[in-house]
């Protein structure tokens, strides 16, 4: 059997979040065995939904949105006009994030509707940008490591000048989680790390080729450079 790439990988995608009829399934499962161990892409496709789709899932309890939301959520995910639609997997990807993170925020509706709306919006958006890199057929994962049990990765292709920092296991700050990039002689800020029941990501407009060191710290200022030692830690691979 001839196997197209991007069938499998929407399968693939499909398959870790357990999205499958009993026909795909079994499609899919004959392409974990006949098709995947011999193809760099689609092993490294596999790799990076079971990431994404790991994190989704120790991220916090779905729960459904406020019956008021759902046209907007409709709205949201609709792929605009006179452009390519997403995939059916990414838009399962993207609403399961968008009732993931909005889970915890259902307390705080009625005083803030609409900024919270916005934040799920955008964590959705970031979520579906960040499958797409880590699905790259270049893409290259960073772990951070660190005496903890936080799952901390930094997401990039080379040559990008974006990357995605992925986080969850995360214990509660004491003060503020900063993301810090060290190399030259240099270092930068790239922001702080909001944490939602043990999950959090960022963009992070820099790629990690381009330091030496990555580095989470737990601290109440954050400028102009760490004074804590790393919760987690990673040094980059010269290329």
Not at 35 to 48: A, D, I, N, Q
């Amino acid at each position: 059997m001839s196997w197209d790439h991007e069938r499998v990988e929407e399968l693939l995608a499909a398959y870790v979040l357990d999205g499958l009829d009993p026909e795909d399934q079994a499609l899919a499962e004959r392409a974990l065995l006949e098709h995947v161990p011999g193809c760099t892409r689609c092993r490294r496709s596999l790799e990076g939904f079971r990431m994404v789709a790991g994190d989704l899932a120790l991220a916090a309890p779905a729960a459904a949105p406020p019956d008021p939301l759902l046209p907007r959520i409709r709205r949201s995910l609709a792929p605009p006009r006179r452009r390519r639609a997403w995939p059916a997997w990414a838009l399962g990807v993207a609403a399961g994030a968008l009732l993931i993170g909005m889970s915890g925020w259902t307390l705080s509706l009625v005083a803030g509707l609409t900024g919270r709306l916005d934040e799920a919006q955008q964590t959705q958006g970031w979520l579906v940008d960040a499958l797409s890199t880590a699905t790259h057929p270049s893409s290259r994962v960073l772990p951070l490591d660190g005496a903890n049990d936080a799952r901390v990765s930094v997401l990039s292709v080379p040559g990008s000048d974006q990357s995605y920092l992925m986080a969850t296991n995360l214990p509660e700050p004491a003060f503020t989680y900063h993301v810090w990039f060290l190399g030259g002689g240099k270092t930068w800020h790239a922001g702080t790390l909001e944490v939602i029941h043990g999950w959090a990501m960022m963009p992070v407009e820099t790629n990690p080729d381009l330091w030496e060191t990555v580095l989470l710290t737990d601290e109440p200022r954050g400028h102009p450079a760490p004074e804590t030692s790393p919760l987690v830690s990673a040094t980059v691979a010269a290329s």
